[in-house]
């Protein structure tokens, strides 16, 4: 089963650890960053996927993966 994840933050230094942590448990980079501005700071967002095997139960824990 293909799953998804969106992870969103702060564009900071936190937030590309976040992602690179992901990448590292084998998790890809699905499409373009996005990048907004709440009137304080930047956000970032990034898209991810993952090619595991099983069937998909809305229990998952994408974070654990």
């Not at 994840?5 to 230094?13: I, K, V």
């Not at 992901?22 to 993952?50: C, S, Y």
């Amino acid at each position: 089963m293909k799953l998804y994840r969106l992870l969103t933050g702060p564009d900071d230094a936190a937030f590309c650890l976040r992602v690179t942590e992901a990448l590292n448990r084998g998790w890809q980079l699905h499409g373009q960053p996005t990048l907004t501005f709440n009137g304080e700071r930047v956000i970032a967002g990034q898209a991810i996927v993952k090619e595991v095997a099983g069937e998909f139960h809305p229990d998952i824990k994408l974070g654990e993966l």
